[in-house]
């Protein structure tokens, strides 16, 4: 797993937000319990971009969640149980979190748990997260750390992230007739889910162009104080 991607499955647009989640809720605790992919994916989407959507998770919605940790723990099982706010989940997350990460593979359950408990505040887990950022080349630092810190709204994750979508580097291109893309659009993805009032929506496919990016540089120079999702 390289990084954390969204994998969104398709929910009938509906104008009301407490019906959206209740639909949600509902395809979740309907899918089977070994094909919950696309259903977990959604529920970590609607919790990140509405954070006030938790308050709609019952008892027994907790409680699937709880079972799907306990029974696969894998970086979306783990993602899902902390947004949710299931408080069994949280000591194993916490332990998983401080273990060390191997030089070769320093993503996956490990990773995701350092994520959850860094966007709790943990500052050994942020400073952890930003030293091994710090050590990737370009492309993974881009396509891998960049799109993972969409999961921790905290001042010095947005500073990363800040620095990213202000810098004008490139990724390779796939063909020599396209240009590579810009590192700042992995930044404005990211930024689009941490920041309350960001000029830019969520886009999972990064399809920023540029004047959107020069947009997105422009708000974020003109505030004073930030508000987090």
């Known amino acids: 797993m390289a990084c954390l991607f969204f994998i969104i499955a398709t929910v009938p647009a509906v104008a009301d937000n407490q019906s959206r989640i209740q639909q949600i809720i509902s395809q979740y605790k309907s899918a089977p319990s070994d094909l919950k992919g696309a259903s977990t994916q959604n529920m970590i ?3 990140l971009l509405n954070p006030s959507s938790r308050k709609a998770l019952d008892s027994s919605t907790k409680e699937m969640i709880e079972e799907q940790f306990n029974q696969n723990l894998e970086a979306e099982t783990i993602i899902l149980a902390s947004l949710a706010g299931v408080e069994s989940a949280q000591e194993k ?5 401080a273990r060390p990460i191997p030089k070769e593979y320093w993503f996956g359950t ?3 748990a350092r994520l959850m408990m860094a966007r709790l505040g943990d500052q050994v887990s942020l400073n952890n997260i930003l030293t091994i950022a710090n ?3 370009l492309h993974a630092k881009s396509t891998t750390v960049t799109i993972d810190l969409k999961y921790v709204p905290q001042l010095t994750s ?3 992230l800040k620095n990213q979508l202000f810098s004008d580097e490139r990724l390779e291109p796939i063909k020599d007739t396209v240009p590579g893309s810009l590192v700042a659009t992995y930044a404005a993805s990211s930024l689009a889910i941490i920041l ?8 999972e496919d990064f399809s920023y162009s540029d004047d959107e ?3 997105a540089r422009e708000w974020m120079s003109q505030q004073t104080e930030w508000k987090f999702r």
């Open 196 to 203: 309350q009032n960001f000029p830019l929506d969520y886009r």
């Open 158 to 160: 947005l500073d990363f």
């Open 93 to 97: 997350i916490k332990l998983l979190a």
């Open 135 to 137: 050590k990737q080349n």
């Open 110 to 112: 490990d990773w995701a």
């Open 213 to 215: 990016v020069i947009q």
């Open 45 to 47: 989407n609607e919790l």
